[in-house]
């Protein structure tokens, strides 16, 4: 009699995890993308730099290819798919490349125009180099065929993807729990935090569930065996 296993509570976790950024990554997009669409810089719920008359052609040529890259993400960490359907995997892992690129540059180009402030410009600065300098390490080595690496700097690419939703939630719950701050203060914070918070996140991740049991396997591999006297 075939016998069906029950998911295991860390699969199910796993999975509860996946569906939560996967959601919000898809609502996310939705929700801001549409408005850099029209072609109306009047739709722009940013404020615009008054001075640069393509800032709203550059939040566009960012935010909608920014907004297929944080949907396609979660569909990559998903082993099934990418085992039973690599070249689907391929495709779009491409797309998801491209996309990065492109609103990256875009991105630079945002920091340079904002009307932020200082502090917003540097931390979109280092966003930038850290998303493609993560992103060149992926391909580098999926190139060479190391998955395993390749595996854990896609993990720190999307997290930093990802930072585009944490911000908001960031900036939300700010507005919410302390207005008396000011827009910029808590704008700036959020900024910065969803960069450092997402960053420690991918590292812990990394470490406690790729690296550590790597390093259990290794150390048990080269444990001096005891023989036991005849
Ligand atoms: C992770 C690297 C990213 C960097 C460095 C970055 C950078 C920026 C910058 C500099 C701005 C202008 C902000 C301002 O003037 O205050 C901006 C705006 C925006 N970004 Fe990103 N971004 C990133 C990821 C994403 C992603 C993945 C999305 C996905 C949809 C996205 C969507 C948007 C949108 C919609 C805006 C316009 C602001 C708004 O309407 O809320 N960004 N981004």
Known sequence: MPTTRAPSIRS????????????????????SVPPYLTGDAADAPL?????????????????????????????????????RRPKLHRVVGR??????????????????????????????YILVIAWLYTLTMAYR?????????????????YTLTFAAVTLRVYLLLGLQLSP????????????????LGNVLIAEYFIVQ????PLARRQQRRDAPQVSTPA
């Not at 199910?12 to 929700?31: D, E, H």
């Not at 999926?142 to 690419?157: A, D, K, P, T, Y």
């Open 180 to 195: 008396s701050l000011g827009f910029e203060a808590i704008y700036t914070s959020a900024v910065w935090a969803s960069i």
């Open 47 to 83: 404020p615009l730099n008054p001075d640069v008359a393509l800032h709203y052609l550059s939040l566009m040529v960012h935010a909608v290819p920014g907004g297929l890259a944080l949907a396609l993400g979660p569909l990559q960490f998903v082993s099934r798919l990418r085992v």
């Open 141 to 157: 080595n999926i190139r060479r065929g190391e998955v395993q690496l390749h595996r854990i700097w896609m993990i720190r690419n």
């Open 95 to 124: 797309t998801y490349m491209i996309s990065v690129v492109i609103a990256s540059i875009a991105a630079a180009v945002n920091a340079a125009v904002t009307i932020s402030g200082f502090a917003v410009q540097v931390a979109f």
């Open 12 to 31: 199910r976790k796993w999975w509860a995890l996946w569906g939560l950024m996967a959601l919000s990554a898809v609502g996310f997009a939705v929700g």
């Open 209 to 212: 569930r790729m690296l550590t």
